[in-house]
């Protein structure tokens, strides 16, 4: 796990004035079947003033390993690694995101919590991390301003200000489409557009390499589902379970975290 560069960033988002963790985990058997220190560090992190709308994090281990007098950088990683292997987290360039944070949260349902969440989406350093972000992203409704009566709006303050509120979410939602599907410059140069990378990088940590038993690893491509046995296995490099296919996946998923969860 990488810490964080502290890069200048454009549009950095501002960090939650406050927050709430959500009681759906508290009964969830998946989250009570995490051991207790990769738990408290993902609640302390739902919690941390640093992390934005989009539930992105810069990667602090000295800082978090503060928290608590029997903590260390290197427990800190452990736990972190343990959220990446069961898919409550991932991270990357000296980022972390938790992924049922967009879903649980609820502030995607006010145009001005989808407005944040998407530029702070934008501030991701990694393009791997960034586009996992934006295929939970998109899967959420727009949510829109409603228009007031016209006899609470005399003056028509009221309905000039949801339009354009209304506005910023259409264009705040269209930029951070151009931003993910922006090519790099090697891309750029080849020919070859769009998102994913041909060759993206892991999920993991940058300059490391995939060792064994890495979730982050290359499946065979002509291996079958190691659950179902019928299907073929994703494969490639994707951020969890590749020796699965994807019906499997998603079954073996938290509710919070698939395709198309509010």
Known sequence: MDSATGDNQKEA???RGSSMFPSELFNDEGFRQLDDGPQRLFMWLWLHPDLNQAGV???QPREWASAAKNLSEAIIGDYAQVLRAQAWADYDDGQMWLRPFMSLDGALKSPSGFIAAARAVKTVRSRSLRWAIWEQFRNFSKPIAPMPDADQDPD??????????NESVDRALLELSNTVSKPGVRESLSGAGGMPHPTPPRMGPVGGGVGAGDEGGVADASALCAVCGVNPARGGPVSWRPELCTTCVEAQKHPSMRRGAR
């Not at 009221?158 to 354009?164: L, Y």
């Open 13 to 15: 988002p501002m960090p």
């Open 57 to 59: 994090v810069a990667i």
């Open 156 to 165: 028509g303050m009221k309905a000039k200000r949801a339009i354009g509120l």
